[in-house]
């Protein structure tokens, strides 16, 4: 069972897509072409990841290419044989003003809708606030995620540099305007600050989820906490690599997590920097901490029911992993 719980908008444009949206724009091609500007050729550091997934960002500027994009997303998720694809994005990042977010989030949802219908496979957009980002910016992103609750949007997030912006105080209005649209709750924590910020995520804006939490487990009475309270994290094995949080695919905290009883589901995050895809992590799984199909059970298990979707979907993805 392939779920996609953790994967970034921006970072799965197609180059050649790229290439044929900046010929339109008049966006000169960077050195290189769109894929030496896209791609990572191997393990780096933060901020040259980051600056790969920026380079899409010209492109979210015009609704058009927005709808292709979240379309295409949708289609190579299921090209590749996914059963189920949430995809997270910012549209603060892109949008001039209170109207443009509206407009992103509009565009995203109506080309998630079109990819889900050509190929069959549900999807759901979440709408990540940015910690960079003042308080009545982030709480206008949840007004409008808000809005489109029920008409394509499904999960809240809070994504950005941790080690500049820790502090989760500032969001709280935010998220409460999100769960009051009964937006499932997701947040970035613990990626890059320590284990004690999974739990904040949790108890100060109400996440049910944790995206990456590496460092949880650098604190067994975190780590503990988050197994009793039935936290799930969300793991990105091939990213955190790519991103040079962890020296090898081999020191990723998975099995930690696993032997502690955490809750695991599984995403790709961005999946044209580095290359990979949703099955090819859960090979690594298998193949370099010998997850057994016990493990994967468990992992399909916390998946569906982690995923922010309603009940007749989830049925129905129950009833293909039990085929």
Known sequence: MLVNLHSHLEGRVRPSTAAELALAAGISSPDGGWEAA????GPADLTVYLAKVA???PFFRSVDAVRR???EAVEDAAASGQDYLELRFGPATHARDIDGINEVIRAVTEGMAEGSASTGMPSGAVVAALRHHDSATNEAVARAAAAFSGSGVVG???AGDELLFPALQPHVRAFEIARAASLGITCHAAEAGPAAAAREAVELLGASRIGHGAHVV???DV?????DNGVFVEICPTSNWYTGAIATPAEHPAPTFRDAGVRLVLGDDNPMQTGTDLRHERALLIETFQFTQTDLDAMDSASLAAAFIDSSTRSALALRASQ
Not at 223 to 227: D, G, H, I, T, V
């Open 156 to 158: 809240f997030d809070l």
């Open 38 to 41: 896209i791609e990572l050729e």
């Open 223 to 227: 780590l503990s906490w988050c197994a």
């Open 69 to 71: 994009i979240a379309r």
């Open 218 to 220: 650098d604190d067994p």
């Open 55 to 57: 380079s899409t960002y």
